[in-house]
C-alpha cells in the first residue's frame, strides 16, 4: 500500500524544475536556516517590537521540537540522491 507522500509523486515535481525557480527556493530555504534566525531574531528584536517577537521566538522553539517529534512518527524517507542531481553525459 503506497503513502501519500510516496517518493513516486516527484514524477510529477520533477519536470517543473527550471533555474529561476532553484533560486527562488533556496531563499525560501534559507528563510528556515540556523544562520538566518541567528542573525534575524537579536536585531529584529532590537530595531522592533519587542513583544511581538519574543512570542514569535517562543513559537519557532516549540515549533522545532514538534517539527522533530512528527518526522519521528511519520519516518517518510528522503529522496534518493538521483532526484536530487542532475548530470549530463556527453563525450
Known sequence: MESLFSL???SFILPLRSDWLTAVMKGFT???DEVFFIVFFPVSYWLWN???LARAGV????SVFFNAWLKNLFEIPRPLIEHLVMVEVGD
Open 50 to 52: 519587542k513583544s511581538i
Open 8 to 10: 513516486n509523486y516527484l
Open 30 to 32: 534559507f528563510l528556515g
Open 59 to 62: 513559537v519557532i522553539f516549540f
